[in-house]
């Protein structure tokens, strides 16, 4: 007699939707003190590690990385973005909380802010998730500049060159 299966730990048995894009496993995405050669810097003592870079759905994951104290930069977001503190902290000037290790924070598109760490932090880092883009300003909200997911992508494309890890590193995390 043919033993029954449990039907739950049955894969699921029919064919993903039509169109749908590749999954991704980033090993190690949270491992923040290894893998040195994942950091891409942005500015003196700010690097990110990029996660998913989505052209399609325009946003990308990202952990940023600060050994600086004082203001980063101001912006002005087009789109949401969900920040996972996962060691010291950060504010911004707009509002009166800190977000520090284990703080979840939501940026509603829209906002424009300015983005301060602390003296006494040595190191930050917090998982963003931006989708749009977001544009430099100065306190009067003039255009300096702008980020988003094909600038994010050009950095990657251009130090994983750079660094030998090569183009399809970065293009791995492209979707
Ligand atoms: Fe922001």
Known sequence: MQKKMDPSAVAYQKPQPTAMIPDILV???LDLDGQPETWIPQAE????????LS???GY???????????????????GPVHAFTLRGEWHYLEHDWIAREGDYAFEPP???HTLVVPEHVEEMIT??????????VDPQGEALGYEDVFTKLDNV???YEATGLGREKAEALIR
């Open 27 to 29: 090993g190690g995405a």
């Open 127 to 136: 998982l963003f998730h931006v989708t749009g883009g977001y544009t430099y």
């Open 157 to 159: 494309i251009a130090h």
């Open 45 to 52: 003592n700010v690097w990110f590690r990029p996660l998913l």
């Open 110 to 112: 829209g906002e424009t």
């Open 55 to 57: 052209v399609s759905g």
């Open 60 to 78: 990308y994951v990202n952990l940023l990385k600060v050994r600086k104290a004082g203001v980063l930069s101001r912006h002005r977001h087009s």
